[in-house]
């Protein structure tokens, strides 16, 4: 299957500045933690996806996706919403861990290759592209079975910054508390765009 039909757009779409990595950003070869426990991508929620990241070089973060039967569409193949929710994820976990910046997905679209089958597992690459203002773009390709293996799906994402009551007002009140992953303090985020 070609990997080259579809149709080239300008990426990131606005002038951005080249993403500045915070300073306590974990560095390469760290495991991410999940960031809470009942997110449907990195929680343990039964029949999550149950992605587990971590940071490579060069300011990429590597996801896995294992698809089991409970992510089926069609018979045998991954549900395609659910594969837009892996890069989701993978993309909000490269855009959270290395900028430190509160954000959530304003935009999210995907190219689909390849059929995902039950039992492989999608390996994602996902980098930070630019950033303009509040706006964070980033991209993801994922791979069938193993880092280099054939790409199956390619997404960008725009991330759009918010304060941290975004998650207090509209969400959990103590969702702050409930972010599993270290650190929590309203200060170990960078909260100025
Ligand atoms: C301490 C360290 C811990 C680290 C560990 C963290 C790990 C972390 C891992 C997370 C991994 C989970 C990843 C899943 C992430 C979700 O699933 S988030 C949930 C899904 N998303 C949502 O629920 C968002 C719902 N939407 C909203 O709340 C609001 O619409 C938004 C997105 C906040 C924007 O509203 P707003 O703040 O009023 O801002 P607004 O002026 O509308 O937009 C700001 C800019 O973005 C642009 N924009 C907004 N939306 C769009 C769009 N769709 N298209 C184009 N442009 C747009 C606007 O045009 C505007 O541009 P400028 O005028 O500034 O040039």
Known sequence: MSEKRRPATPWPPVE??????????PGPGT???MHYAECFGCGDVDNGLHMRSTVGDGGVVYSKFPVTRAHQGA????HG???ACAFDEALGSAVG???RRPAVTGKLETDFLRPVPVGTTLFIAARVDGVAG???YASADGHLDSADGPVA???RGLFVQVGLEHFTNHGDPD???KFTQQPRRREDWDINP
């Open 175 to 177: 969702a702050l508390s």
């Open 134 to 136: 509040r706006k964070i």
């Open 153 to 155: 799906l390619r997404a």
């Open 97 to 99: 861990n290395l900028l």
């Open 75 to 78: 018979p045998g193949l991954a």
């Open 16 to 25: 951005t500045e080249a993403p500045r990595f915070h300073p306590e950003a």
């Open 81 to 83: 919403g659910l594969l």
């Open 31 to 33: 495991e991410l933690a």
